[in-house]
């Protein structure tokens, strides 16, 4: 069992909760994930570590409720414990295998959307410890949606925030300050992109104008999380992987777009009916999920 210290709302549709787990804290690295069990029926759900406390032994991770899984693990509350929590699984960040010197050479842009916020941050922090400010750039539909800004502040060189609608700071998606970014100067020689599938499609497509290698992270697609489902798998270059054991960070320039994006809708269906069937309870008389 791993219990469950806190639990905190970040914003109108993300939580945070922060779990006892000394030895997988011990292991984290930036850019790797665990798999969550609410209970003995529970399904496997692969979310990101967005930190890690090896002192306390703890790991935090951060979710937004969108299908029964992840509501039903809204139910719990501090003090409640896992079923079970499996990690760390993937790779680390490509970040961590650059030399000192290399590392200093770089100039840093992280580009994050919606839940994808959670992911940047621990790689960005690691880089403030090693004596590396890093821009980034924070993006949501709305000023409610924005999350971990202090947090971001406190590790990053530059920090921008946009909003759709234009209710907090800047108005505009993350690609136009990208563009406004470089068009004042700033020079980036390596991009991080991690949220949405269609932001992330079209960071790749803004950065590759300007040359600027960028990585986006296939979390989207994961399912089983180990490789035996089959259901993340993606084109890259000529190769085609797994998202969850050969990422989940991959090359942004060499992903297939179209077949990932269609992949990521393989189970609306299926979703919808169960979302459908647990909210309605003894009421629920089928459907596909879409009415």
């Not at 803004?206 to 290698?213: N, V």
């Not at 009916?273 to 596909?288: F, I, Q, R, S």
Request: hydrophobic share 35%; glycine share 10%.
């Amino acid at each position: 069992m791993y219990k469950i210290l806190s639990k905190t709302q970040l914003s109108d549709v993300v939580w945070e909760m922060v779990v006892e787990a000394p030895l997988l804290a011990c292991h984290a690295r930036p850019g790797q994930f665990l798999i969550v069990k609410k209970d003995e029926t529970g399904e496997r759900i692969p979310l990101t570590i967005c930190d890690y406390d090896t002192d306390k032994g703890t790991v935090t991770i951060v979710f937004q409720p969108v299908g029964v899984s992840t509501m039903k693990i809204l139910e719990l509350e501090a003090g409640d414990s896992f079923e079970d929590v499996v990690g760390p699984l993937g790779k680390p960040s490509d970040i961590l295998s650059m030399s000192e010197e290399e590392l200093h050479s770089q100039k840093f842009l992280f580009v994050c959307g919606g839940v994808g916020t959670a992911p940047v941050y621990p790689q960005v922090k690691w880089l403030h410890e090693h004596g590396i400010a890093a821009d980034v750039i924070i993006g949501a539909r709305t000023k409610g949606l924005i999350f971990y800004e202090d947090k971001m502040r406190s590790v990053a060189g530059n920090l921008y925030i946009t909003t759709d609608d234009g209710s907090y700071v800047h108005k505009g998606v993350v690609t136009t300050v990208i563009d406004e970014l470089v068009a004042q100067g700033k020079k980036y020689t390596h991009c991080v992109a991690i949220g949405p599938m269609i932001m992330m499609k079209f960071c790749t497509l803004t950065t590759k104008k300007y040359g600027i290698p960028t990585v986006v992270s296939m979390n989207p697609i994961m399912v089983d999380g180990t490789g035996m489902c089959g259901a993340c798998r993606l084109t890259v270059g000529d190769e085609v992987k797994f998202a969850c054991v050969d990422g989940p960070e991959f090359d942004g320039f060499k992903i297939n777009w179209n077949e990932c994006m269609k992949r990521a809708q393989m189970y609306k269906t299926q979703e919808g009916e169960a979302k459908l069937k647990y909210l309605e309870g003894k009421t629920h008389e089928g459907g596909c999920g879409n009415c």
